[in-house]
């Protein structure tokens, strides 16, 4: 079957650095999505990786291991507005969407 | 530029009643997603449209069905609403850049009593 497979939640102090990780079984690969999602809102994208090293945009970084089916967001310098959940998702061979429940992230100052 | 919209935003029903919800978009995106998202769990896909007059069934199509008559709507339609439809609904366009990325609306939630 097809996984997906993040922390339910975590905590981070303000200013700080956290490290949310995705690890993920699906049938093919076609590259891993981040998203963000604010309480009640929609999801917004955030990266999107398909081969393996880190990409880096501003405060946050995404990194791939597609041989070990892994991944992870780096979050730099915590505000209290990064507070929300984060959503890792895998594009299977049919290029479909397999999402992980999400990471519900807390950020206290 | 509103991007994709949804509506309505909140709905309650009575169990066996029917409702449509609308999603319109102006991004010009030939696929089009109907997602549904319930507490523990990823966001499952409902049903899919790749292009006009085109849809599929998605990861959990029973009980909803889908239209696509005209490119920038895709309507997704409860038949007989059950309680275990109770769900937020979001709605996605995807991007014509390389990574494909989902743009969404901003979600409906549905209550069926």
């Known amino acids: 079957g097809q996984n997906i497979d993040q922390p339910t939640e975590m905590t981070a102090t303000e200013g700080a650095i956290v490290q949310i990780n995705c690890t993920y079984q699906?049938?093919?690969?076609?590259?891993l999505f981040w998203y963000q999602q604010h309480a009640g809102e929609a999801p917004t994208f955030l990266s999107y990786n398909v081969l393996d090293g880190l990409e880096e945009k501003g405060r946050f970084s995404s990194f791939l291991s597609r041989s070990k089916g892994y991944s992870y967001l780096l979050l730099k310098e915590l505000q209290m507005k990064d507070s929300a959940s984060y959503l890792c998702a895998v594009a299977d061979s049919n290029y479909q969407l397999i999402w992980g429940a999400g990471t519900k992230l807390i950020i206290k100052p | 530029n509103a991007g994709v919209t949804q509506t309505p935003k909140f709905r309650v029903l009575k169990t066996g009643q029917s409702m449509t919800l609308l999603c319109a978009q102006d991004?010009?995106?030939?696929?089009m997603y109907w997602y549904r998202q319930d507490p523990g769990m990823g966001l499952r896909l409902i049903h899919y449209s790749v292009g006009e007059g085109t849809t599929a069934k998605g990861e959990v199509p029973d009980g909803y069905n889908v239209s696509r008559l005209k490119k920038q709507n895709f309507l997704l339609g409860l038949e007989s609403a059950a309680p275990s439809q109770t769900s937020v609904y979001f709605c996605a366009g995807r991007g014509p850049s390389d990574t494909g990325e989902l743009f969404f609306g901003e979600g409906s939630r549905l209550t069926v009593l």
């Open positions: 991004m010009n995106h030939e696929y």
């Open positions: 699906t049938s093919g690969f076609n590259g």
